[in-house]
């Protein structure tokens, strides 16, 4: 079995402030892991993954996420905060050797807020 | 490239009534998954395909209704509903060799 926990609900930052969103993960063999962020009444749209290789990756709107195998880790990070980051962010994880159907499955959910 | 597209996009029904939530995907995609998100939580699976003419229950299914007679299509079907099928709805694809989903922008459901 596969499961993600966002231990946080909501995370408030100051704009240009670093910021830092938890996840951590539970799976049987070797995770794929990925960041989606969800704005207002709108789709849940890709961040970033990691698959293997480099333990910090890079992704969009200058976000990151660094890979802890030993913590089973996953935090999202952005060395400054925009206000425009404001949204509704979900880890996600597919365990890779027991998962016949490729299922993600997905973290609660964290809201960012961002204050000018 | 359209990628994942739903249909409605917003929904009012009455309590006992049917719908049809439709997923039309353009990519070639083997797998396909229904997921709902109700109010300030997480994505539950509803259903998902693994190809056309398979489908398999995931964590919510009951009340639930789905088929895959072509690869592109996966429709999701509510028989009779409930107040408790209130929910966002979003339809999700990948290839057998992709990583992540591709995310249709979703249909909000209420039912009163």
């Known amino acids: 079995a596969q499961s993600v926990a966002q231990p946080e609900d909501q995370v408030n930052v100051a704009e240009g402030n670093p910021l830092t969103v938890k996840c951590t993960y539970s799976v049987s063999g070797n995770p794929y892991l990925f960041w989606y962020v969800q704005y207002p009444n709108r789709g849940l749209q890709f961040l970033l993954k990691?698959?293997?290789?480099?333990?910090l990756v890079k992704g969009s709107y200058g976000f990151e996420a660094e890979f802890n195998k030993s913590q089973t880790s996953f935090h999202l990070k952005k060395p400054s905060a925009l206000v425009s980051d404001s949204a509704l962010y979900f880890c996600?994880?597919?365990?890779?050797?027991?998962?016949?159907?490729?299922?993600?499955?997905f973290g609660g959910g964290t809201r960012l807020m961002v204050k000018p | 490239n359209a990628g994942v597209t739903q249909t409605p996009k917003f929904r009012i029904l009455k309590i006992g009534q049917s719908m049809t939530l439709q997923c039309t995907q353009d990519m070639n995609h083997n797998y396909m998954y229904w997921y709902r998100q109700d109010p300030g939580m997480g994505l539950k699976l509803i259903y998902y395909?693994?190809?056309?003419?398979?489908?398999d229950k995931g964590e919510v299914p009951n009340g639930y209704n789905v088929s895959r007679s072509t690869t592109e299509d996966f429709p999701l079907r509510l028989e009779l509903a409930a107040p408790s099928q209130t929910s966002v709805y979003f339809c999700?694809?990948?290839?057998?060799?992709?990583?992540?989903?591709?995310f249709g922008s979703g249909t909000r459901l209420t039912v009163v």
């Open positions: 996600a994880v597919r365990d890779i050797g027991d998962n016949a159907g490729n299922m993600l499955t």
């Open positions: 990691y698959i293997t290789g480099d333990n």
């Open positions: 395909s693994v190809g056309a003419g398979i489908t």
């Open positions: 999700a694809s990948i290839t057998g060799t992709g990583y992540g989903y591709t």
